[in-house]
């Protein structure tokens, strides 16, 4: 009989499978998903240079030294090296998307992949996990395509939610009295907690979307749909297991990027890219084995593994 997990043994877990096969985990993560977010930052030049990170749906702009609102408030004479630092830093933005359209998935569903592996004892196949992850590319290519159009719509939504906010807001701040001012600050904080509460809901169901469409063989908006009901079972716990898996791969990664400081930034691009792609297994590690505790525990598939071994020994 299964025994749910909590999520201190889930990330416990995580971190056992992540160093019992830390090879293969970066071989996505360190060797493929590491070069193309070194390649990506290293084609930004000078003070804006975009570092990539480990958040799906996710990645996050860093901008440093340096002022480029000149260009966009003053005539200067052509010069030849800006014109070739924007093109590059198109180059970059645009690199930085297609690597999260088609790149991504490729990468978590490796991840995923052996995560199941190990979890299922089939780790045999781990073997050959690249070249069977590349035969379900296209779905999770499509299963991708889904997810950014299911980001379109949630970006649309917030807007239209936050249009009459803003307007309230507007008007109230044009407002005196200090009753006004507590008001504003109440509104401004219960606001910014709803919101924050949205995005840990957001990306944490959405967490579960490549194990769904590499395990039980769903594509497109099959997969976001599967993932929204197993979430709902186990929402404080999901989005317990979204904080803190994060919270630490951020902490690590800020650490090493605090160290980096101190070192040419050539130096410091080079590992802040391998730190980005060591720490990415950790939150897709964690989530796969969530939803097989979901599964476990509120479905019965573990009743189903056992059913299954025993139909294979001919009992």
Do not use: C
């Amino acid at each position: 009989m299964w025994q749910p997990m909590k999520v201190s043994t889930i990330l416990d877990q995580t971190f056992k499978t992540y160093r019992a096969k830390f090879l293969e985990y970066s071989l996505y993560s360190l060797l493929i998903w590491g070069t193309v977010t070194l390649l990506i930052s290293l084609l930004l030049p000078g003070a804006t240079r975009l570092q990539s990170t480990v958040s799906l749906p996710g990645l996050v702009s860093a901008f440093e030294s340096g002022d480029i609102s000149d260009i966009f408030t003053s005539f200067q004479p052509v010069n030849y090296s800006s014109i070739i630092e924007m093109l590059l830093s198109f180059l970059s933005v645009s690199l930085s998307f297609l690597s999260i359209v088609f790149v991504l998935p490729l990468i978590t569903g490796g991840i995923v992949f052996i995560t199941l592996a190990v979890f299922h004892g089939t780790e045999e196949v781990i073997k050959s996990s690249f070249s069977m992850v590349v035969k379900l590319y296209g779905r999770l290519l499509l299963t991708s395509f889904a997810q950014m159009a299911i980001y379109v719509l949630a970006g649309l939504a917030l807007l239209v939610i936050m249009i009459p906010f803003i307007i309230f807001f507007v008007i109230s701040a044009s407002a005196t009295g200090s009753g006004v001012v507590i008001l504003l600050i109440i509104f401004t904080f219960v606001l910014m907690a709803g919101l924050f509460f949205a995005v840990m809901v957001f990306f944490s169901f959405l967490m579960f979307v490549f194990p769904v469409t590499i395990l039980e063989n769903k594509v497109g908006f099959k997969p976001i749909g599967r993932a929204w009901r197993l979430f709902w079972r186990k929402k404080w716990k999901t989005i317990g297991l979204f904080l803190l898996s994060y919270l630490m791969t951020s902490v690590i990664t800020w650490i090493f990027s605090s160290l980096g400081l101190f070192l040419p930034i050539l130096i410091n691009t080079i590992i802040n890219s391998a730190v980005h792609g060591l720490v990415m297994p950790i939150p897709i590690i964690a989530f796969t084995y969530l939803y097989m505790d979901i599964r476990m525990t509120t479905e019965g598939y573990d009743l189903e593994l056992r059913a299954g071994a025993n139909a294979k020994k001919g009992y």
